[in-house]
């Protein structure tokens, strides 16, 4: 009875860990076999001397099949908005602007039900190499800009806060690199 106990309190942990911000999991496909390497959204401070979370979140997506290829995800939670498909996602690196475009024209919007309450997120992804991902963990500096139809949302990605994205960034490579 015990160990019955122990193994749904294992389950359950596991499966709440999963919609965890910077949570990596590792799929492999029953259709193809191929590997693939996600990462739940994490958050985007507004900088490193406030605790506050910033309005937006940063994902990550590898698949093997396209090996150099890393999508980076971009959440608004519990907001609809339009996220901007050219040079929607700007990361300021050292003092370097990078802008990354979206190839889908068209935000998804993901509604969320609980038991009591409704919710929807704006996400878009952007593409981006795993030396670009590098690049922005082994910076000094590191402010990220999102253009939406509402505003410019802006936080920094090096923050390193509970939740952080930048936590889960590394955790995502250094699995990426085991694979």
């Not at 160990?3 to 965890?20: P, Q, R």
């Not at 090996?67 to 370097?96: C, H, R, W, Y």
């Not at 190839?103 to 919007?109: A, D, G, V």
């Amino acid at each position: 009875m015990k160990m019955f106990a122990v193994s749904v309190i294992l389950l359950l942990l596991t499966g709440c860990m999963a919609g965890m911000p910077n949570h990596v999991t590792s799929n492999t496909s029953n259709f193809d076999g191929a590997k693939s390497l996600s990462m739940q959204p994490g958050f985007i401070y507004e900088s490193m001397d406030t605790f506050a979370g910033g309005p937006f979140q940063l994902g990550l997506f590898w698949s093997e099949k396209y090996k150099d290829i890393i999508v980076i995800t971009a959440k608004l939670p519990m907001e609809i908005t339009n996220i901007q498909s050219n040079n929607g996602l700007l990361f300021n690196i050292d003092g370097k602007i990078t802008k990354l475009s979206s190839p889908k024209l068209f935000t998804k919007f993901q509604t969320i039900r609980t038991s009591n309450t409704i919710s929807s997120d704006s996400v878009k992804d952007f593409a981006a190499t795993t030396q670009f991902i590098e690049k922005l963990i082994n910076a000094k500096s590191v402010k990220v800009k999102l253009v939406t139809s509402k505003g410019v949302l802006t936080g920094d990605l090096k923050a390193d806060k509970p939740s952080a994205a930048i936590r889960g960034f590394k955790d995502f490579m250094q699995q990426l690199k085991t694979n």
